[in-house]
């Protein structure tokens, strides 16, 4: 039977178990050191932070015959809405235009759902 070997840290006089998740003494970090002293600093943002400060600025939009103050994000979906509303044609897709010699109703109008 093989005899059982004391770890060698115990085995130099060491009261220290070096093993997964246990470095050497030596490697540890100090006390108050970073493991990543060159990562973000502080008070740094991320991108989610900043979009939704950038989104909540208020901004002056001319809606009719007046001036109106929203947030940059209201404003924003205004805008998509009455682009959308404008444009509210049939798509050309590949199925449309595959069909032979029928060109008269490729690009009609639909009735506008934003009126």
Not at 95 to 104: C, L, Q
Request: glycine share 10%; charged share 30%; proline share 9%.
């Amino acid at each position: 039977m093989a005899k059982k070997r004391k770890p060698k840290s115990l085995e130099s006089g060491r009261d220290y178990e070096v093993g997964y998740g246990k470095p050497p003494r030596h490697g540890q970090f100090q006390p108050g050191e970073s493991g990543n002293p060159a990562g973000r600093p502080r008070g740094l943002n991320n991108f989610i932070t900043d979009l939704r400060r950038a989104l909540g600025v208020p901004v002056k939009v001319k809606v009719g015959d007046r001036w109106r103050k929203m947030s940059t994000q209201e404003a924003a979906l205004m805008l998509l809405r009455e682009t959308a509303c404008r444009r509210a044609l049939v798509p050309s897709n590949a199925f449309s235009s595959s069909r032979a010699g029928s060109t008269t109703n490729r690009h009609r109008p639909r009735k506008r759902p934003c009126q």
